[in-house]
């Protein structure tokens, strides 16, 4: 059974940081793409950042030039590390793994950013 457990998130003010951490029950090249997804109240959920098993990395326009996905392949670990954090990036945030014919997501992490 795959589960993704995400830490991290928190209350920081705006132009701070935060790291989040997604570990995974299995090895992360079990999946083709892992990432991060964020939901704010009253809105759908949008795309952060993505990362593929080989490395190709996407990212939502609203975070480019400010988060950073990466990845720790023995830790089985993704980390989103968002520096110039805004007020409009108050959200939960969850991580998310995808392979063939499934998907799967984690609990989701509160991040709350305050101005």
């Known amino acids: 059974q795959v589960q993704l457990v995400e830490s991290g998130g928190g209350l920081v003010q705006a132009g701070g940081s935060l790291r989040l951490s997604c570990a995974a029950s299995l090895s992360i090249f079990s999946f083709n793409k892992m990432g991060w997804y964020r939901q704010a109240p009253g809105k759908q959920r949008e795309l952060v950042t993505t990362?593929?098993?080989?490395?190709?990395?996407d990212y939502g326009d609203p975070v480019k030039g400010r988060f950073t996905i990466s990845r720790d392949n023995a830790k089985n670990t993704v980390y989103l590390q968002m520096n110039s954090l805004k007020p409009e990036d108050t959200a939960v945030y969850y991580c998310?793994?995808?392979?063939?014919?499934?998907?799967?997501w984690g609990q989701g992490t509160q991040v709350t950013v305050s101005s």
């Open positions: 990362i593929t098993s080989g490395g190709s990395t």
């Open positions: 998310g793994a995808w392979r063939i014919g499934y998907g799967y």
